[in-house]
């Protein structure tokens, strides 16, 4: 059976010179984005194989809400027939974009939908027949694995190289501690340590010419060299790549966000030349991706299939009332207070354990409080949407939020599929650790809403939802 495909991108970079809703603002008011270095798209490929057509979307975006991804569901499905539930929208995860979570219906959103959707509908308009073609490269000179393991816990390594000493500093010093006072502490954090993904994959539609319809290229890292700190927008490293590619072949390029929950890139300064240098590194890989790929068989029908899954995720445990949350932090507080540490002899791991406690404390509190507002209950558990979407030998396993490595290898490593492309940030979410890095602590695992242990359990049944679908 032929298969066909339709590609289409639109610009979706928000307007400068007015305050526009960003993930980083802590104030609620936004913040005044002063310019743009490189634009960023929403890029939609839409395939058939005479009985079923899906949409993949990769947008140039933080993320996305549940209500941002349903509006453009039904947007697409009145325009053009594509089923809501055989579309997958995906975010690259810039930190160089404006927000879009929240309601669908706000001014930048609003608008945010249509043109995603219209870049969907765009595409289904124009099939054609194509092949498939896969290759792989390899990069780790610009990605590391931000978590260091220290005495105590761990620090989550953030920004230039240059700044990872004063982050351990920091950290002990948020402990009450002096980094001379803890046993074991290394002079210098490298070699750092932890996992990493370097593998570049992509894939290649070619046309009944051989020339390429469009490009997917898949990789683990977070986009985050400049994150709005010149208030410019940009897709940051993501958006480098792709246009390497673009320029090379002369076809679009789509990027699909791996796994990449606590993988950054290696930069010495916020700014646009180290986004291309990374940007460039990567695409590099991608380019030799290409150049050593072999065409895939689709094998027998159906060509496309795709499975959803709904799981009912538990968050974290904590008080749900605003009277027994602020007395259980007042607890906390004290045992944890400075002037009391003589006293307490508390040791670095009973010190983190506390102060992370602390700081889940403060956010359930603000937690408790909107909901007293909204007059509603905090809610034990999360209904999220988990998809496998299947073109020929290929599976995207498609999480909402930010995953760990760790499981992006452990579903390539499941071999279900010929090819695995695991996409993250398909729709809002959380951070997902895995449970040993959720109980040693560290910046994704106090933000993250998942009870520890809840990404082994979702992962587990992505993996039977996948192969419901090779079976």
């Known amino acids: 059976m032929n298969l066909k495909a339709g590609y289409y991108q639109q610009d979706i970079t928000p307007p400068v010179g007015i305050t526009m809703p960003v993930s980083f603002d802590r104030t609620g008011k936004g913040w005044r984005l002063q310019g743009i270095h490189d634009p960023l798209y929403a890029k939609a490929l839409v395939v058939n194989d005479g009985e079923t057509t899906l949409a993949l979307v990769a947008t140039d975006l933080v993320n996305m809400s549940k209500e941002v991804v349903k509006s453009i569901r039904e947007l697409v499905e009145a325009e053009c027939g594509i089923p809501a539930k055989n579309i997958m929208v995906s975010s690259t995860h810039t930190h160089s974009s404006a927000s879009t979570r929240g309601r669908h219906d706000s001014p930048v959103n609003a608008v945010q939908c249509q043109k995603i959707a219209g870049a969907v509908v765009l595409a289904a308009e124009n099939l054609e027949e194509v092949t498939l073609q896969v290759g792989k490269g390899h990069e780790n000179r610009v990605i590391y694995n931000r978590r260091k393991h220290i005495p105590g816990g761990v620090v989550t390594l953030m920004g230039r190289e240059e700044q990872y000493q004063s982050s351990i500093d920091m950290y002990y010093s948020r402990m009450g501690l ?73 076809a679009p390029c789509m990027f699909f966000q791996g796994c990449s929950g606590n993988i950054r890139p290696f930069y010495k300064e916020s700014t646009f030349a180290e986004v291309v240098r990374v940007g460039n590194a990567i695409g590099g890989a991608a380019l030799q991706a290409i150049a050593i790929q072999k065409p895939v068989e689709t094998g027998a029908m159906p060509v496309l299939a795709k499975e959803s899954i709904f799981i009912e995720r538990l968050l974290k445990e904590g008080p749900t009332d605003l009277a027994s949350a602020e007395k259980l932090l007042a607890e906390k507080q004290t045992a944890f207070d400075f002037k009391n540490m003589d006293e307490n ?35 034990a558990t999360s209904e999220e949407e988990f998809q496998v979407v299947k073109v020929g030998p290929i599976g995207f396993m498609c999480l909402p939020g930010e995953w760990f490595v760790e499981f992006g290898l452990q579903l390539k490593a499941a071999q279900v599929f010929p090819v695995t492309i695991p996409v993250t940030l398909t729709q809002g979410g959380t951070y997902n650790p895995t449970q040993s890095e959720a109980d040693l602590g560290g910046y994704e695992s106090s933000v993250s809403r998942m009870k520890a242990g809840e990404g082994e359990r979702a992962i587990a049944e992505v993996l039977l939802l996948a192969r419901k679908l090779t079976n």
């Open 178 to 250: 002096k980094r001379e006072e803890v046993p074991g502490v290394p002079e210098d954090p490298r070699p750092l340590d932890g996992p990493i993904d370097d593998e570049v994959t992509v894939v290649t539609l070619l046309k009944s010419d051989g020339l390429p319809l469009a490009h997917m290229m898949n990789f683990s890292c977070h986009p985050v060299i400049l994150s709005l700190l010149d208030r410019f927008i940009s897709a940051d490293w993501v958006g480098a790549a792709t246009r390497l590619v673009e320029q090379a072949t002369k």
């Open 345 to 379: 002899k508390l040791n670095a791991e009973e010190r983190r354990r506390l102060y992370y406690d602390i700081s889940f404390l403060n956010r359930r509190i603000t937690q408790i409080k909107r909901a007293n507002e909204a007059s509603e209950t905090i809610p």
